[in-house]
């Protein structure tokens, strides 16, 4: 039986795309895993979202490495403190939910911070999570607060922002960006973190998800594209 690995963190979505395309869920890299989901544990199989990709997107600093080769609009990147240019983020090489984001001030602040690296800040005024499946977009959301008074240097879910949709035909330039940097990372989907500036008019790449979190909608556009790009390789699911 063909299987879908998966991470252990994101269990409850990948079991779900198992069930539905009636794929054993695993944890065990095989010959016979066909899609990977955020999991890049080393191991011989031929699947969708290789290995190498999804080890690539994890690492934070590595992943912008590449995105800025490719150039992708992207983060300004320290491997180690400046001496000026703050505030900064201070960011470990894997994380997840940006729960190792620490903004730092100053360089006292930053060299106490025990981080890996450190990006620039840039200001946004719209952040959005742009999901790519083999070259197109399927769906886009942005990040808003609901009203309450949040961080506002940090938009993700830990803390406490929100996701509302909206429509595929705005935001043209983000949607672009999302899609060239899935292709520079070398994978077939992902979510993409993605800033935009109203007063410079540009868009920014902060990182691409491996194994997003879906709702059932956004779930259901998932199954679409895989069971079109299993079936298109001879690979039968339900």
Known sequence: MTKLLYSKGVGLTARRLATELGLEP????????????????????????PQQAIALAANGYHSLIRLRECDVNTLTLYRSPPIDDYPIYGRRFNHRAG?????CENLEMALKSRRSYFTK??????????????????????KHNGGD???????TSKFGWQYSRVSLDN???GQ??????????????GGADIGY?????QYVVFEVNTAPSLNTPTLELYLIEFRKYLNERGIQCT
């Open 121 to 142: 800040y840039y200001k946004t005024h719209l952040e959005f999570r742009v999901h790519v499946f083999n070259g197109k977009v399927l769906k886009m959301f942005r």
């Open 171 to 173: 935001y043209l330039g």
């Open 99 to 103: 729960s190792d984001i620490i903004i």
């Open 197 to 201: 500036n109203r007063d410079t008019g």
């Open 26 to 49: 695993t944890k065990t890299p095989s010959d016979d895993v066909v899609i990977r989901w955020g999991n890049s544990n080393p191991g011989n199989d031929c699947s969708i979202n």
């Open 176 to 189: 672009q960006l999302a899609i060239a940097a899935t292709d520079a990372l070398g994978l077939t989907f």
């Open 149 to 155: 008074e949040l961080d506002d240097m940090i938009r």
